[in-house]
């Protein structure tokens, strides 16, 4: 069986860089894009299992791209993880119950925690899982 594919959005380099050893170490395979512009673009183009996305990115935030994606029929039933500093941990548990499938991380996170709330949100029956990417 193929592992699931996370895309890992997020402007600063470092953050990438950590977010994708600690999924690969998990068994996932890891996509990436560095602003919300990038992660539809990539979305739409692979159709990853979920996205990690951060909110605050140059060109376009990740709220804009992920509004984005929960419009488009193609992407719209993939989970979004939103990794912030924008809220605290008892506004993320609040926010996670938002209209959609967005789910907020509140930076800085623990690593256990953020494998656990992917893993939760990829086995749910809900995530119907990877599309065929025509021509694949």
């Known amino acids: 069986m193929d592992p699931k594919r996370i895309l890992i959005v997020d402007d600063e380099e ?44 140059p060109e376009m935030g990740g709220s804009e791209a992920g509004e984005i994606l929960k419009k488009d029929p193609d992407t719209k039933d993939i989970p979004i993880l939103y990794l912030t500093c924008l809220v605290t941990k008892d506004e993320e ?9 967005n789910f907020f991380i509140a930076k800085p996170f623990e690593s256990a925690e953020l494998l656990e709330q992917i893993k939760a949100h ?15």
């Open 122 to 136: 990829l086995s749910s029956k809900d995530n119907p899982g990877t599309k065929k990417v025509p021509g694949a």
């Open 14 to 57: 470092d953050v990438l860089k950590v977010l994708e050893k600690r999924l690969l170490d998990a068994g996932y395979a890891v996509l990436k894009a560095k602003n919300g512009k990038e992660a539809i673009a990539v979305t739409r183009r692979e159709h990853p299992n979920l996205v990690l996305m951060d909110i605050n990115m």
């Open 93 to 101: 548990k609040k926010e996670s119950h938002a209209i959609g499938r």
